[in-house]
């Protein structure tokens, strides 16, 4: 079987569920035949390995390492859901400290390390801030660095689609923007449902605006539901939709669900979040969405709250402040 590259991607964090199921989407997808696991949790990772050789992926080549430095180098392609999971009662914002500490370790590994990298996707939440501390410690490019938000319009589109007994097909253009978080701006303007606009629908006998807003709530708190069902976070889409992102960066089928990226413009600065992104060979771009006055508040504000994060882990002193990220990031 052909593969999409022979060079070496890095899964970071490959002893947990997300990290392990990253890995076996990598091999399945055939986007290298190298491939090497990091985690410093040795025994889980040796698991991990075994039962991945045991898949019978003959024509891979599959290391494993609890060494951060032999795991980065000659690493062109990153993926990391290397931070602490979150857990039933936490929100991903609860995570940021240690979280933030981790992503600050991460970027500074891939500078010394992984010099020649040319994608890095940051899973592990809270993902807007995780993906902007690894971004200025790296001193990677912003196209170089995205991270997971697609799951929340993913989200969308499924809860869609089963209130409208449709197949997934039939629903397009289901965005979410902003934060990865509580404050996420759901657009319910750019979406079709089977070619007609979601918005001639809500309100009327077809989508009340009370299942219209049970439906929205469903996706903000997504994650939690599964926590709730499952005794754990979520594991499978995040490890297949990063994956697919990090697919589209090698050279593959181009990426276009809103993935999280560095935002520096005359809306938005200093900033990490979701956007209307693009992922293709040349990394992770994005344009402006026009939506509705609503719409448009809702991101404003999610923006602001993002700030406040930012801001939070520079009082840390996990980043220095924003006039100085070009001492640590000359494309900053």
Not at 10 to 33: D, E, K, R, V, Y
Not at 158 to 167: E, I, N, R, V
Not at 281 to 307: A, M
Request: proline fraction near 4%; glycine fraction near 8%; aromatic fraction near 6%.
């Amino acid at each position: 079987m052909k593969f999409l590259t022979d060079k070496k991607i890095t899964i970071i964090g490959a002893a947990g569920m997300i990290g392990s199921n990253m890995a076996q989407c990598a091999l399945m997808l055939h986007l290298s035949p190298n491939i090497c696991l990091y985690d410093p949790y040795l025994p889980g990772l040796k698991g991990v390995a075994e039962e991945l050789l045991q898949s019978d992926f003959n024509d891979a080549e599959i290391k494993h390492t609890d060494d951060i430095k032999e795991a980065l180098k000659d690493a062109e392609y990153i993926v990391s859901s290397g931070g602490a999971p979150r857990k039933s009662g936490m929100t991903r914002e609860d995570l940021l400290k240690g979280n933030a500490e981790i992503a600050a370790e991460l970027g500074k590994n891939i500078r010394l390390y992984a010099p020649a990298v040319k994608h890095v996707v940051v899973v592990f939440n809270p993902a807007d801030i995780t993906g902007l501390v690894t971004l200025i410690h790296s001193g990677l490019k912003p196209s170089q660095i995205s991270t997971l938000a697609a799951l929340d319009s993913t989200r969308l589109r499924s809860a869609l689609a089963k209130h409208f007994k449709l197949p997934m097909n039939k629903i397009n253009n289901c965005k979410t923007l902003g934060g990865h978080g509580e404050q996420m701006t759901i657009f319910a303007s750019p979406i079709k449902i089977d070619g007609i606009s979601l918005l001639n629908y809500i309100g009327t006998e077809m989508l009340p605006i009370n299942e219209w807003n049970e439906i929205k709530e469903h996706v903000i708190q997504g994650g939690k539901e599964i926590i709730d069902l499952r005794g754990r976070s979520s594991f499978q889409s995040p490890a297949y939709l990063s994956i697919k992102m990090l697919e589209a960066s090698i050279g593959g089928k181009q990426f276009k669900l809103p993935a999280g990226t560095y935002v520096n413009n005359n809306a938005f600065h200093n900033i990490f979040m979701a956007m209307n992104t693009r992922i293709d060979c040349n990394g992770i771009s994005y344009k402006t969405i026009n939506g509705t006055e609503s719409e448009e508040q809702q991101l404003l504000y999610s923006y602001l709250h993002l700030c406040s994060m930012r801001d939070e882990v520079i009082k840390m002193g996990v980043i220095p402040e924003i006039k100085n990220w070009g001492v640590l990031n000359p494309y900053l």
